[in-house]
């Protein structure tokens, strides 16, 4: 079976001013009508093949972001949405602000763009379905975790700072 013909992707606002959102809308509905190609929007990380993170990482979003990329099943593609997920963009130098996406989760396609034209993240969805189908080929071929970069295995609960949660501390 195939899947990526018909890819189900995610998106996640890591502290954007809403711009890429808009523009991933866009993307959505029908002015650009990506379901026409299969592309499906899921709020369900344990559907979705592709995240799209829009926006900076920042403090409150760091945990949120790692639990998606978490419960997806690999393989699985992460697409930074713009600069802001690219590397901060603009909101780089805030106090708060950690950086782009890669400084949490692995990503595998960067997008342009202030705010990223929807015509980009389409291209950035497609590129990633490529990548997806190279993650695919490689699981199945029975290459490690190592050998596909993005690829994740859920290890259990992580605490506030990342770290997993061993078994003795849930017990306790
Ligand atoms: S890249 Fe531009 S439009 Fe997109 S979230 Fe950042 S500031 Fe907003």
């Known amino acids: 079976m195939s899947i990526t013909k018909s890819p189900w992707i995610i998106h996640y606002n890591g502290s954007s001013c809403n711009g890429c959102d808009i523009e991933v809308l866009a993307v959505l509905t029908p002015m650009y009508d990506v379901e026409r190609f299969g592309i499906i929007n899921t709020g369900n990380p344990k559907h979705a093949d592709v995240l799209l993170v829009t926006g900076a990482v920042n403090e409150q979003s760091i945990r949120v972001v790692k639990q998606i990329y978490d419960q997806m099943p690999a393989p699985k593609v992460v697409v930074a949405v713009g600069i802001c997920a690219s590397s901060g963009g603009i909101f780089r130098e805030c106090y708060n ?10 990503v595998d396609v960067y997008v342009p763009g202030c705010a990223a034209r929807p015509e980009a993240i389409i291209d950035g ?19 490690t975790d190592e050998a596909v970069p993005g690829a994740y295995i859920y290890e259990g609960p992580h605490d506030d700072d990342g770290s997993l949660i061993t078994e003795e501390e849930v017990e306790e």
């Open 97 to 106: 602000i950690i950086g782009g996406a890669d400084k949490v989760i692995p």
């Open 125 to 143: 969805v497609v590129k990633g379905i490529g990548v997806l189908a190279e993650k695919q080929a490689a699981l199945l071929r029975g290459d």
